[in-house]
């Protein structure tokens, strides 16, 4: 009895406590770019007061820029907690705002150097450089890619990854939305989903061949959660909120049966049951209407 107990423990932290654990991003952790730029406002509000609207114009163009490379770093770091760490087969954004946010330190660091100092131009690109080096060394421009779980070489593989993608961008998509929630145990619902579908993943890429068992679950299943769970967060506070969540509550609650179903059926080798239960769902998510 006593590892009976343990062991329902111990499925209880993975699935629940797990679940609903979410990186956090340092909370100082780029802070440090809205106070560094603080002497240029000084400066531009000085050159203000003494009536120099030429170096008034500097300093303040200067600051907007060194301001918005600090918010687009800032906004970087969270997103990249909160999505890239989490990204085993998605692949990540072309362009990242942790990226912006550097390439916008060394155009506001060579703009300074040269209108606010009026240094020359090669100066001002050097000036740029370093700023640049040196945002890369703390913040880091371009991110590490997530490893590969199998080998791309042959077409088949590169099809099976594809999927496994598209599929994982779904569920990141669900988190997203989750976050924007504030119902605790709706957010700790759609947070084991997530974590049940990732597992379903992990055994797709550890068998390829169940791929075309699980199609339609990649396909049209994890596509209407994707859809509803976005529809409830952008709708819910300003509807009827006890029916809504309620409906809500119940379409989680099937999910939830049919994401462990899923798993299991691809353990074992009958889909006739889960299609069936895939189609069932699908006619709820659309008789609540919120999709």
């Known amino acids: 009895m006593v590892s009976s107990g343990a062991g329902r423990l111990g499925e209880l932290l993975r699935e629940g406590v797990v679940a609903r654990e979410t990186p956090r991003a340092p909370r100082l952790r ?20 003494a009536g120099r609207l030429e170096s008034f114009l500097a300093d303040a163009s200067g600051f907007a ?17 909160l999505r890239d760490r989490r990204r085993r087969f998605a692949r990540l954004p072309r362009v990242r705002l942790q990226t912006l946010g550097g390439l916008l330190v060394a155009l506001a660091t060579g703009w300074c150097v040269l209108v606010s100092l009026g240094q020359g131009a090669g100066l001002a690109l050097a000036f740029a450089a370093v700023a640049l080096l040196g945002f890369h060394l ?3 421009l371009l991110p590490e890619a997530p490893e590969q779980p199998f080998d791309l070489s042959d077409a088949r593989a590169r099809k099976v990854a594809a999927a496994l993608a598209e599929a994982e961008q779904k569920l990141i998509e669900v988190e997203t939305a989750a976050a924007r929630i504030a119902n605790p145990e ?11 579908g990732r597992r379903i993943l992990e055994q797709i890429a550890e068998r390829p061949t169940d791929l075309f068992r699980a199609r339609k679950f990649l396909n049209v299943y994890l596509d209407g959660v994707r859809q509803v769970t976005d529809g409830y967060a952008r709708t819910h506070r300003q509807a009827d909120v006890l029916a809504l969540e309620e409906n809500f509550r119940g379409v ?6 049919v994401f462990d179903e899923q798993h299991q059926r691809l353990l074992d080798s009958d889909l006739m049951d889960l299609d069936v239960r895939i189609e069932v769902l699908k006619q709820q998510l659309e008789r609540e209407g919120l999709s």
Do not use: C, D, N, Q
């Open 30 to 49: 780029g802070l440090l770019l809205f106070v560094l730029p603080l002497p240029l406002l000084f400066g531009a509000l000085i050159a203000l007061g």
């Open 252 to 257: 989680l609650v099937t999910v939830e049966e």
């Open 65 to 81: 820029l060194f301001m918005a490379a600090a918010y687009l770093t800032r906004r970087g770091i969270r997103e990249a907690h």
């Open 186 to 196: 709706l957010k700790a619902r759609l947070g084991r989903i997530a974590l049940k």
């Open 138 to 140: 703390s913040y880091g």
